[in-house]
């Protein structure tokens, strides 16, 4: 994965010969980090709670409640969906989102799939175009979450994937996000396959070891690039 996230920046493969110099090393740094220190912690958390500030005066202040309306229109139930999931260090929080089905028994063992009767039919909008993860902002200005990171997953979830890959929980270095360089890439909604599973976790690895804000500026861009492609996932 990093020599094809390093190729696609600088051309080449860490393997050819003399690339590697004082020069591209230092350029790597910078792109995608180094080490974990406090400093790195700081600016990530400037740059959440900037996002987050920003996006609740600017588009949560009129857009939630026009989407709590069609929510309330629609179906009965809270606005809300809250569920327990792991975050930085393997620590339970609360995940917030806009509810997009009708309540049911199965919402934290199973997961979304085609033509799934539970959804609702504003729950299809708010799902294909990932506004029902708006209400993690509040995640993030909590401090439960950041704007950028590896997707949380619901706990009886997580403690299956983990019984699949080693050392599954390890994504957990890091608080989780709204988005994620699996997010990136094209990575949502249901994961049906070990290998769609595995890419994941590869991913997201490769975010805990090299993360820094730019890497985090690059996969919004990214992830809003994905959103407005067609996905067969997004449901």
């Not at 979304?112 to 175009?129: C, E, Q």
């Not at 704007?147 to 608080?175: L, T």
């Not at 699996?182 to 090299?210: A, T, W």
Request: positive net charge; aromatic residues 12%.
């Amino acid at each position: 994965m990093e020599n094809v996230l390093v190729d696609q920046k600088f051309g080449r493969t860490l393997e050819e010969e003399n690339f590697v110099n004082d020069q591209a090393q230092r350029e790597i740094k910078i792109l995608y980090g180094q080490n974990d220190d406090n400093s790195k912690r700081v600016l990530k958390r400037a740059f959440d709670l900037f996002v987050s500030f920003f996006t609740l005066i600017f588009v949560v202040s009129w857009l939630f409640p026009i989407i709590a309306i069609l929510i309330k229109l629609d179906s009965k139930g809270s606005v809300f969906f809250k569920q327990l999931r792991h975050g930085r260090d393997n620590e339970l929080f609360y995940c917030y989102k806009f509810r997009t089905m009708v309540k049911n028994k199965d919402a934290d063992t199973k997961q979304a799939t085609v033509n799934d009767s539970r959804i609702t039919r504003i729950g299809k909008f708010l799902r294909k175009s990932s506004l029902d993860e708006l209400p993690q902002v509040i995640n993030v200005i909590l401090g439960d979450m950041s704007i950028v990171g590896p997707r949380p997953q619901a706990v009886p979830m997580n403690i299956e994937f983990a019984k699949e890959i080693d050392n599954f929980m390890s994504r957990h270095q890091v608080k989780p996000g709204i988005t994620g360089l699996s997010q990136s890439k094209g990575f949502r909604g249901e994961i049906n396959s070990y290998h769609e599973l595995y890419s994941r976790f590869r991913l997201d690895s490769f975010y805990v070891r090299k993360w820094c804000l730019i890497f985090d500026i690059k996969i919004i861009i990214d992830t809003a690039i994905s959103l407005m492609s067609k996905s067969e996932k997004a449901y």
